[in-house]
């Protein structure tokens, strides 16, 4: 096989591949048997038909076609790899010559992934947030915790905002119910503005078993942002109240005796959350870093991708809680405009920053291992609440190791760099990034001890795929 490589642009070129015909016979002689056992003759049984009665019932030339495009894929791959190229996304295949038991030849045009080094990253320089627990982030996470513990009582007076209502909900149209707006026994805190415009107003001030009729806009179903009657029934008032903020709440809601050895279990919480957003905001820093030193052209049709499937990804998350573009734009203060030009260049940025990861880990040789893979399955299932096995053996089936592997791959090229940086915090203290990446990543070692264990079996079938996957991408 003879490959020769046009470059069309930097991240895009054309294969011009001519394939001796005796290579296609593995691939013809497939194509004989699949279609002898598609074809009936009179005489033979399916898969038995000869392969000239083939040729005379169906044609060569389908036979020809058949065993090229089962030919195509491996042949397309195989010019890839000896061409050492890293092909982005489908390529677009014309056939330009097929002559029978002479030659095969076929163009390809790909985009592919600019090559480039990526330049000395030792020393770079970055400030990140300090790490300072306040006294009032204490209070406030102590206030949500008595939140929990807080119980509710009847109330011999009509309902006051922070209070709790059992109401049951109604609506009309045009003198017609509206079924799906119809609720009972729904818990609602008066004064939280969570449910449709007007409740809360009426609520406050209204007595058990009393009713009030009201207009507003319907917020879900399939009438939604329709006026409607809406009538509220309170079948109960109930008044929070909180546990006192002593010892005993303590030995309530902790494994601690006193309130201040719960402040200072709090504190610690609060501490190690923080340092983790501040390795995470350094990661995100060095990398910013790394692409400002970086002039790379980008393929179009991958940033494409990259919108689209960024888009898509929101368009379910909105669909989940019952919201649609422009109610989101709304809130976020954002016009098309604005919305359309910030996502290109998180998609450009995204796009460029997997380059250069990929490019590092080759450059560094870094490969992919079992422990790493079971990791990375443990942490995932852990953040997904699914069991590790199951997630593993999800992996698996759904062909998706090559993604994992390429995830796994750019975390340690991206760790590589985070090590060799300078980091600072705002007060001007030197933070130990390396440090602070092996005490985070030992607590997560210690939390997942026990759900490694559950899912050696499939983290170990995935990791073989991985290791091959692995040997594919150093090549």
Do not use: C, W
């Amino acid at each position: 096989m003879k490959t020769d490589v046009e470059e069309l642009s930097p991240t895009r070129v054309k294969l011009t591949v001519e394939v001796p015909f005796d290579e296609l016979k593995p691939n013809l002689d497939k194509a004989y048997k699949e279609l002898s056992r598609q074809v009936r003759l009179k005489g033979f049984r399916p898969g038995k038909v000869p392969a000239r009665l083939i040729d005379q019932y169906v044609g060569r030339g389908a036979v020809l076609q058949e065993a090229v495009n089962d030919a195509l894929p491996d042949l397309y791959g195989r010019a890839v790899q000896e061409s050492e190229l890293f092909a982005l996304g489908q390529p677009d295949v014309e056939i330009t010559e097929l002559e029978d038991n002479a030659q095969f030849a076929f163009t390809a045009e790909v985009d592919i992934r600019p090559k480039f080094e990526v330049p000395d990253y030792d020393g770079l320089e970055i400030t990140v947030d300090s790490v300072e627990v306040t006294d009032e982030e204490i209070d406030e996470t102590i206030s949500n915790l008595r939140e929990r513990f807080a119980t509710l009582t009847n109330a011999d007076r009509p309902a006051q905002e922070g209070d709790f209502a059992s109401i049951d909900l109604a609506a009309q149209i045009d003198g017609e119910d509206v079924e799906d707006a119809r609720t009972s026994g729904y818990s609602y805190e008066v004064g939280s503005n969570s449910s449709i415009d007007g409740l809360d107003e009426q609520l406050t001030g209204m007595n058990a078993e009393e009713s009030k009729t009201f207009t507003s806009a319907l917020v879900g179903g399939e009438r939604a942002g329709e006026e409607a009657e809406v009538t509220v029934t309170v079948q109960s008032v109930k008044i929070k109240e909180l546990p006192e903020l002593d010892d005993e709440f303590a030995q309530l809601a902790s494994e601690f005796d006193t309130i201040d050895e719960l402040r200072e279990d709090v504190r610690k919480r609060l501490e190690n959350q923080k340092r983790a957003q501040q390795l995470g905001q350094a990661r995100d820093k060095a990398l910013e870093a790394l692409m400002d030193k970086i002039d790379i052209p980008l393929p179009d049709s991958v940033i494409e991708a990259e919108v689209e499937r960024r888009n898509e990804q929101l368009d379910q998350q909105l669909q989940m809680y019952g919201l649609d573009r422009e109610k989101y734009l709304e809130q976020q203060e954002q016009t098309v405009e604005e919305y359309d030009e910030e996502l290109a260049k998180d998609a450009r940025d995204a796009v460029k920053g997997g380059f250069i990861l990929d490019q590092l880990a080759l450059q560094e040789e870094l490969t992919v291992e079992n422990e790493e893979l079971t990791e990375y399955v443990v942490s995932n299932a852990m953040q997904m609440g699914v069991q590790p096995d199951v997630l593993a053996r999800h992996l698996t089936e759904n062909n998706q190791i090559p993604a994992v592997v390429s995830e796994v791959l750019r975390s340690k090229a991206l760790n590589l760099v985070v090590e060799h940086v300078k980091a600072a915090d705002e007060n001007g203290n030197e933070v130990d990034l390396a440090a602070l990446q092996r005490q985070l990543s030992g607590e997560t070692e210690d939390e997942g001890a026990e759900a490694v264990e559950a899912t050696e079996a499939a983290a170990d079938e995935a990791g073989e795929k991985a290791e091959a996957e692995s040997e594919k991408t150093d090549a």
